[in-house]
């Protein structure tokens, strides 16, 4: 017997499919009112026997008919009304499906919330268009069919946030730290066609290019890459340029092997500036799948490198990267401006961090880079030694995927760490203001509640676990089959990736500060306070420990970097709560744990106290200091470095890089309020034509360039300065 779905799709009639539809009504009624399991069984043999007589194809809805008059029959109408009445709302959502005008309203570009939801994508541009037109087909998929009403509707509420649900319906992860070193060293495929190790540390930088856009366009977050696994090609160039040029002066009698060094040591620095513009510029130039520039962050650690020489090598790399981004890359106008991507990421060390060290100069031109660029953002070596350890008790210092999800430190079956080739599985997000407005200040209430919204974010996470479980290679064969993240065969599921550490799942949160002075009456910074704002830390890190030794699946806590969502979630809160003074008076939530941009603090203060919120974030977390134009205090830029290293894991110096394009002034643009709405000015001419004026913020890790919805802009605009 065949049953024509709503689509007009034929397939196979399945009793399972009537019998549990039954079950879920009756188990939403009150037991005296409950069908037996034998008052179950006999309605679907009913429901079939009807069905056959008919001696065709047989739609859904004369199916759901038969059921509902069996039900009736057996006098069980409770049973009739849930299952009813679920029918109802389940056409009404059909037949008020808003997809299609959503999709009308990004074509036309006149949905404000999507225009602002993404600081580094263009609405206006086709292939951003098709992206979030595609993105709200999955999210309508994921709305109706592919998540449980509960986790929608606690989404819908603002008390989580399940990320990313313009991509769930597709089998695709957050981020990754991808293995540049096993493609280029063992080739790779790119589109079909084999790439071989490439010869020359040029070629090297073309190809790391081409990985970096096939990675963007197969998973949804940030990718990083490590410098050092260039390094080695390095001096694969050397020979062969020094070869080249020996040969060279020899037809004309020349055979000075220092000459020899002298000029193929100057054409090795030239080959290198070559390859890392071409880096700089395919990364800011290219545009993936979802109509961005991909976004990936480039990883410089001496540390890393193997010997000496490559670490030398490696050092004349970080050096040009440096430069170059200090130089910037010209905007259509011609004028020199700040890029979002790539993003950059400098370790500190022992050998670089003090005046008189080896690599010293590179820490300097590090700083004059963070004055004029804003990146790059800095990890110490010596922090993250102390807070990465695995299981041989062993300390690892390494990049973030993206802008500051961080992977938990793993040993392979050899017992060696591992860390490239791993990847985040996706996100759900917590609203801890949510939690303790719903408790309205009673602290045994807003343990409990704390516990069931925990609760939602567990599940939710599974589904996301779920959604990848069972994924095939092949659906992204660069990321799995070709050494990005694995070398899995055709048609292998990539399931064993998914658990026992390899990759991790993450329990986003925000608002801790205003959760922390709704239940206290002060700031989280306040020594009376803090200790709750720990323990709510403490509970999440908990919760996540439970859940993987329940399900060896490696759940994190992670500090969520909102864009969109903190505005998101200040509306829903304001809905809900109304505005209440220091909580819900902005149009946003703070970030993670960070201490409120309003409130007056130090640099290294702030630091200091962030640091142990820090170490509580295991799945991820970035501190910043918000600072003034520094280009002419880098001594001051130095000292916050330093500083960083002996008492943060990851952090970053907040600057401003702006530039209007009609009158030139190159300062700080301003931000404006008319009408209740707030707008971006130059000061100098009063330009407040965006498409005039580039202008480049650190939007929650990483720098934003398309400027924010109404919320974000608030808290940029409310930022005070540490320095």
């Known amino acids: 017997m065949k049953i024509i779905k709503r689509n007009g799709a034929e397939v196979?009639?399945?009793?399972?499919?009537?019998?549990?539809?039954?079950?879920?009504?009756?188990?939403?009624?009150?037991?005296?009112?409950?069908?037996?399991?034998?008052?179950?069984?006999?309605?679907?043999?009913?429901?079939?026997?009807?069905?056959?007589?008919?001696?065709?194809?047989?739609?859904?809805?004369?199916?759901?008919?038969?059921?509902?008059?069996q039900i009736m029959d057996q006098k069980a109408f409770a049973v009739a009304r849930k299952y009813i009445t679920y029918r109802y709302s389940r056409m009404l959502a059909r037949k008020s499906n808003t997809t299609d005008d959503q999709i009308l309203t990004l074509i036309e570009c006149n949905n404000e919330e999507v225009k602002q939801e993404n600081s580094n994508k263009n609405p206006t541009v086709n292939s951003v268009q098709r992206d979030y037109m595609a993105g709200e087909v999955s999210k309508d998929l994921t709305r109706r069919i592919l998540l449980p009403p509960d986790i929608v509707a606690a989404h819908d509420e603002g008390l989580i946030h399940f990320h990313d649900a313009d991509y769930f319906a597709q089998h695709m992860h957050n981020c990754d730290l991808v293995n540049l070193e096993d493609m280029l060293q063992n080739g790779t495929v790119i589109s079909g066609t084999f790439i071989e190790k490439p010869h020359s540390f040029s070629t090297a930088c073309n190809i790391a290019t081409q990985i970096i856009a096939q990675v963007a366009s197969n998973q949804y977050g940030g990718q990083s890459i490590s410098l050092t696994h260039l390094a080695p090609f390095v001096d694969i160039s050397r020979q062969k340029i020094r070869s080249d040029v020996a040969e060279e002066l020899a037809n004309v009698g020349v055979t000075d092997g220092a000459k020899i060094d002298e000029i193929a040591e100057k054409r090795l620095r030239d080959e290198i500036r070559k390859g890392i513009q071409t880096i700089q510029y395919q990364v800011v130039t290219l545009l993936t799948t979802n109509g961005q520039a991909p976004f990936v962050t480039v990883f410089m650690y001496l540390g890393e490198a193997r010997n000496e020489r490559e670490r030398d090598d490696l050092a004349m790399i970080i050096e040009e990267t440096l430069n170059q981004r200090i130089r910037g890359v010209k905007n259509e106008s011609g004028v020199w401006v700040t890029p979002a991507f790539p993003k950059l990421i400098y370790v500190l060390e022992e050998?670089?961090?003090?005046?008189?060290?080896?690599?010293?100069?590179?820490?300097?031109?590090?700083?004059?880079?963070?004055?004029?660029?804003?990146?790059?953002?800095?990890?110490?070596?010596?922090?993250?030694?102390?807070?990465?350890?695995?299981?041989?008790?062993?300390?690892?210092?390494?990049?973030?995927?993206?802008?500051?999800?961080?992977?938990?430190p793993y040993v392979d079956e050899n017992g060696k760490p591992k860390y490239y080739g791993r990847f985040n599985q996706g996100v759900v997000t917590i609203n801890l203001v949510d939690v303790a407005l719903s408790s309205h200040g009673d602290e045994a209430e807003f343990w409990r509640i704390f516990d069931e919204r925990l609760d939602i974010c567990y599940r939710a996470l599974l589904y996301r676990h779920n959604r990848l479980k069972g994924t095939l290679s092949d659906a992204a064969p660069i990321l799995w089959q070709y050494g990005a993240l694995a070398r899995l065969k055709k048609g292998e599921k990539i399931d064993k990736l998914l658990y026992g550490g390899y990759s991790t799942i993450s329990l986003g949160y925000a608002g801790l500060y205003e959760c922390t002075k709704y239940m206290t009456g002060k700031s989280h910074t306040d020594e009376a306070a803090k200790p709750f704002a720990l323990a709510v830390m403490q509970h999440m890190n908990d919760k996540c420990k439970e859940w993987k030794a329940k399900h060896n699946i490696d759940f994190s806590l992670y500090g969520t970097p909102l864009e969109s969502t903190t505005y998101k979630f200040a509306k829903c809160l304001q809905q809900r709560f109304g505005v209440i003074p220091g909580v819900t008076d902005k149009n946003y939530i703070t970030n993670s744990y960070h201490?409120?941009?309003?409130?007056?603090?130090?640099?290294?203060?702030?630091?200091?106290?962030?640091?142990e919120f820090q170490q509580l974030s295991p799945g991820g977390a970035i501190s910043y200091v918000e600072v003034p134009n520094m280009q002419d205090n880098i001594p001051a830029?130095?000292?916050?470095?330093?500083?960083?290293?002996?008492?943060?894991?990851?952090?970053?110096?907040?600057?401003?890089?702006?530039?209007?394009?009609?009158?030139?002034?190159?300062?700080?643009?301003?931000i404006v309020e008319e009408d209740g709405k707030l707008l971006w000015e130059c000061p100098h001419c009063h330009n407040r034509d965006q498409n005039k004026m580039n202008v480049a913020r650190r939007t929650c890790g990483y720098i934003g360039t398309q400027f924010w919805n109404q919320g974000r802009t608030q808290e940029i605009k409310d930022r005070v300065l540490h320095l």
């Open 12 to 69: 196979a009639f399945d009793i399972t499919k009537i019998l549990n539809a039954i079950r879920k009504a009756n188990n939403e009624v009150s037991e005296a009112n409950r069908l037996s399991e034998a008052q179950i069984g006999l309605i679907a043999d009913r429901v079939t026997a009807l069905a056959g007589d008919l001696n065709r194809a047989v739609s859904v809805e004369e199916i759901q008919d038969f059921v509902e008059n």
């Open 351 to 408: 050998d670089n961090v003090r005046e008189g060290t080896k690599y010293f100069y590179l820490t300097e031109l590090a700083a004059r880079c963070t004055a004029k660029r804003m990146v790059p953002d800095y990890i110490s070596e010596k922090k993250m030694l102390e807070y990465k350890i695995d299981k041989n008790g062993e300390g690892h210092c390494y990049t973030c995927m993206g802008c500051r999800s961080f992977l938990t």
């Open 595 to 611: 201490v409120h941009v309003t409130e007056p603090i130090d640099a290294f203060t702030k630091l200091k106290f962030e640091s």
């Open 637 to 670: 830029v130095i000292a916050v470095m330093q500083y960083i290293y002996d008492n943060i894991m990851y952090a970053e110096l907040n600057t401003k890089s702006d530039y209007c394009q009609v009158c030139g002034y190159d300062g700080e643009i301003g």
